[in-house]
């Protein structure tokens, strides 16, 4: 349910943060959601989406286009790969629990789910970070925005 929100989110987000950075963005909000459903190119794609949107929805920057020079938010870095290291924990994890399982395996299994449990965790506080922050941004630019006009 929460990445079926998330991704309604990045939709939305794409769109108004195309509207007010005044320079067409790499991603369109289709694309945006779309890159995560395919393998291997989402492992780069959505932090470069999450990145340009950061960059692009930055209040302070002119109305030039000059956002694209910007930094991206280091959390944005960080919740993805904890992301990965999480996933690659749980596949370590089910590993262990085959048809030859011991005991050791066994245990093993659990301490490395509990593991990536605790990383997921982690990983969720930054995610959710990142989509205030960049909803902040966003809304942050919008009233500039609109007491310049």
């Known amino acids: 349910m929460a990445t079926i929100a998330f991704l309604f989110w990045l939709h939305g987000a794409t769109k108004r943060t195309a509207a007010l950075a005044q320079q067409k963005l790499s991603f369109s909000p289709g694309w945006a959601v779309g ?81 990536a449990l605790l990383i997921t965790a982690v990983g969720q506080f930054l995610w959710l970070s990142v989509v205030r922050g960049i909803e902040g941004r966003i809304r942050e630019r919008a009233a500039r925005l609109s007491t310049k006009a």
């Open 35 to 115: 890159y995560f459903f395919i393998p291997f190119v989402n492992l780069y794609r959505v932090p470069q989406i999450l990145g340009e949107l950061w960059r692009a929805s930055e209040p302070s920057y002119p109305w030039d286009g000059s956002w694209t020079n910007n930094d991206t938010s280091p959390a944005i870095i960080g919740w993805w790969a904890l992301q990965i290291v999480s996933w690659l924990l749980f596949q370590a994890s089910s590993a262990q629990f085959g048809e030859r399982m011991t005991r050791e395996g066994a245990e093993l299994g659990l301490q490395l789910y509990g593991l």
